[in-house]
């Protein structure tokens, strides 16, 4: 084989071997990345099913129900204008409360509720992720406008 020919398959080699290292480190952080998405964007479909990613807003008031397992929790997360079921195994937060902020990582299944895998409840009174924040004033601000468009009946 002739030098040239050596060196240009030298270099095709390390070509192929960046692109799959690359590919494989691509591929990692895909698999890694998880979005945030708020109830509203879930409701109108935004969200993927059957892909973790995150929701975030208020717990309902009243919609916490503990099975009888003593493992197995079920509450609605909110943003004031869509509502998402969610559904949890395990141990809950001690800050955890109905009306308080609340994120989720989980997956949607095809009938609409959110099987959770990790719960996390905001901390004080003055911390909420600015996802879950920004979700529910967009939420309040949509409730606004619309109560003002309806039109009253003559």
Do not use: C, W
Not at 88 to 110: A, H, N
Not at 134 to 146: G, L, P, S, T
């Amino acid at each position: 084989m002739k030098p040239r020919h050596r060196r240009l398959a030298m270099v095709a080699g390390g070509v192929a071997a960046l692109g799959l290292a690359a590919a494989l480190v691509f591929s990692a952080l895909e698999r890694n990345l998880v979005f945030f998405f708020s109830p509203s964007q879930v409701a109108a479909q935004e969200a993927p099913i059957g892909r973790t990613f995150r929701i975030g807003g208020l717990v309902e008031a009243g919609s916490v129900q503990r099975q009888p397992d003593g493992r197995t929790v079920r509450f609605v997360v909110t943003d004031t204008a869509q509502r998402i079921p969610v559904v949890f195994q395990g141990l809950l937060p001690d800050l955890f409360r109905e009306g308080k902020g609340v994120v989720t990582q989980g997956r949607l299944d095809g009938s609409g509720v959110f099987h959770a895998t990790e719960v996390l409840a905001k901390h004080d009174e003055n911390y909420m992720p600015v996802e879950a924040g920004d979700a529910i004033k967009n939420a309040q601000a949509a409730n606004e406008r619309a109560a003002r468009s309806v039109v009253p009946a003559p």
